[in-house]
């Protein structure tokens, strides 16, 4: 009797393994297929956004996401795709360069212009087409835009922004 039950155990057990594993597959295929999303997610960026798509950053820092300064990047020759994200009078560029293209200080200093053609009140410009940078600013822009709560990426966000930009204020 005692031996009945083991087995029913274990095939209970091997159907929750296997049950597990097609859920986690298909959260990967999912991950995988918006990773492969190659178009540029346009975003709202105005001074009376609703609270809910703000983040705050530290005490009174704000976050947002520059819709009009993420177009005017991504409609740069050069530029396939582009995500803006702004926190006080720093704008962060996510970019996605058109085939092979290389990000020189030429470009970043154009896509600096275009950023600061749409918010004249944005300091400094930092550029990186580094491709992580790339798919974490790509998800904070949605996550805002759908005005989930953002507090969980803000440190993430601070970190990467310091280890890619070290002199960054």
Known sequence: MFVRYKRIAF???????ALLSA?????????QELRNQSDRQNVTYNDDQPHKQRAYVKNKTNMQVADDAAENVANLPEVHTANVIVTDNNAYVAAVLEGGKKLTKDLEKKMADEVKKADPTINNVYVSTNPDFVNHMKRYAKDIREGRPISGFVNE???MVQRLFPNAR
């Open 11 to 17: 095939v209970m057990l091997l159907f929750m393994f």
């Open 157 to 159: 966000f601070s970190k």
């Open 23 to 31: 859920c986690r597959s298909g959260q990967d295929a999912s991950r």
